[in-house]
């Protein structure tokens, strides 16, 4: 190997000092732990199968003609739909999420003191967000703390098990990232989801925010699906999520994957039984 030496210059011949570039300023990310980035998958992938059960919710609930509703986590209105004849408000930390849904009155807010005065709501409604709250005690009680007295909080959440379809994504997910590692970040983004699935647990933490009487039944809903719009509703939710966070440009094959284990398996129209827990309770 030939090394050149570098040519000595004379000091009048030195050059001037180099100004270097401005540091391109670092590109806002969002947090995968939000729905912020699949906000408009979520909006035409799984918005239109909760429907059904969010109208079930509103009658569940059992809102006066003359009523207000708050829905927390409102997400892209499926209950403020429902709703739509009654004076419902919808809140949801996420304003991509706000944006799909429809136009109505609707605000950014985080279910954690929420910006509404003491004894606002007739009915309160939460539509599967119970185990994403970080603090379930906390939330609970400033949701009852919005509602009169004689109000009721109604919730539906899904019930814990799992069927051929999830447990195709979760292997998948699985051994994409690892296992410790999914568990682990699920378990700090759903919290309460051994609460929220769970009728005896559930029915307890109702009970525990000071709601009584509470009442918790279970409802299976049959849902028709494309495959593809099955594996893009699963990316919107944790699990994608975070797998969409960890693989960053590999992403894409990622979801080849997924289609092809899919294709393998299950034929291209889906039908898929969902159990969810619908609970109902009163504030003193």
């Known amino acids: 190997m030939k090394w050149f030496g570098r040519k000595r210059e004379s ?6 000092p180099q100004r270097s570039a401005p540091a391109a300023p670092p590109r806002p990310r969002t947090d995968w732990r939000t729905y912020d980035l699949v ?11 909760l429907r059904p ?20 986590g409102t997400g892209t209105g499926v209950v403020l739909e429902a709703a739509a004849s009654l004076a419902a408000f919808g809140v949801d930390p996420s304003v991509a ?36 709250f970080t603090k379930l005690d906390t939330a609970l ?13 109604a919730t539906v959440t899904w019930e814990a098990g799992e069927d051929e379809l ?33 009728r005896a647990r559930l029915e307890q933490a109702l009970r525990d925010a000071g709601l009584h009487p509470v009442s918790v039944e279970r409802r299976q809903y049959k849902v028709t699906i494309s495959r593809e719009d099955y594996v893009t509703e699963k990316t919107t939710e944790a699990t994608g999520r975070f797998v969409r966070e960890m693989l960053a440009d590999e992403w894409p094959q990622f ?17 898929d039984f969902r159990d969810v827990l619908f609970a109902v309770g009163t504030k003193a």
């Not at 998958?41 to 918005?47: K, S």
């Not at 009680?141 to 909080?153: A, E, K, Q, S």
């Not at 682990?184 to 699935?197: A, F, I, K, M, N």
């Open 11 to 16: 000091p009048s011949a030195a050059p001037a």
């Open 39 to 49: 906000a408009a998958d979520y909006a035409r992938a799984v918005a239109p199968h």
């Open 53 to 72: 059960m969010a109208a079930d919710l509103v009658a569940f609930a059992e809102v006066p003609a003359s009523g207000r509703l708050l829905d927390v």
């Open 97 to 132: 999420m706000l944006k799909q849904g429809a136009a109505g009155p609707i605000a950014a807010a985080a279910t954690i003191n929420l910006p509404f005065r003491t004894d606002t709501f007739h009915v309160a409604t939460a539509t599967f967000v119970l185990p994403l």
């Open 141 to 153: 009680f400033d949701v009852i703390r919005v509602l009169r007295p004689g109000g009721r909080l």
């Open 166 to 198: 999830q447990k195709t994504w979760r292997d998948l997910a699985e051994r994409a990232v690892g296992l410790e590692l999914l568990r682990d970040e699920l378990r700090d983004v759903e919290p309460w989801s051994s609460v929220g699935g769970n």
């Open 255 to 271: 979801l080849d994957q997924a289609r092809a284990a899919y294709a393998s398996a299950f034929p291209e129209m889906l039908v």
